[in-house]
């Protein structure tokens, strides 16, 4: 049997076989489990374009490992400062605060295309 690619492509479709058939199994073998699929791919142009959001195409993510009771509290508090707060906000306006005592003037945030709406 033919070892498959590593990898596809971008657009991959699984559909059911017609063929090949698979082998009928004799009286001493058992009955196959799945049935035989093909891969096809299909043309670059009519693969569907990926979407993604604005900021995420403008900005780049980072990870940040927080310990579960750290994170539990941070998003106790944001829930205490109203149903709107956001655990993100609260990281992001840590980060500035710390960036600005430190003299870093950079920017953190990337500006939203959509103006804010009023709390």
Same mark, same amino acid.
């Given at each position: &049997?033919?070892?498959?690619?590593?990898?596809? !492509?971008?657009?991959?479709?699984?559909?059911?076989?017609?063929?090949?058939?698979? %082998?009928?199994?004799?009286?001493?073998?058992?009955? %196959? #489990?799945?049935?035989?699929?093909?891969?096809?791919?299909?043309?670059?142009?009519?693969?569907? %374009?990926?979407?993604?959001?604005? &900021?995420?195409?403008?900005? /780049?993510?980072?990870?940040?490992?927080?310990?579960?009771? !750290?994170?539990?509290?941070?998003?106790?508090?944001?829930?205490?400062?109203?149903?709107? #707060?956001?655990?993100? /906000?609260?990281?992001?306006?840590? #980060?500035?605060?710390?960036?600005?005592?430190?003299?870093?003037?950079?920017?953190?945030?990337?500006?939203?295309?959509?103006?804010?709406?009023?709390?």
């Amino acid at each position: &049997m033919a070892k498959p690619p590593v990898s596809y !492509g971008s657009a991959v479709k699984l559909t059911p076989s017609a063929t090949p058939e698979p %082998p009928k199994a004799g009286p001493d073998q058992a009955p %196959p #489990v799945e049935a035989a699929v093909r891969v096809e791919t299909a043309p670059a142009s009519q693969a569907a %374009p990926t979407r993604r959001r604005p &900021m995420e195409s403008r900005s /780049d993510p980072t990870v940040l490992y927080l310990h579960p009771d !750290g994170k539990y509290e941070l998003k106790r508090y944001a829930l205490a400062l109203g149903p709107k #707060v956001k655990v993100h /906000d609260l990281i992001m306006e840590a #980060v500035e605060e710390w960036a600005f005592r430190h003299g870093i003037t950079a920017p953190f945030r990337v500006p939203s295309e959509k103006p804010r709406r009023a709390l």
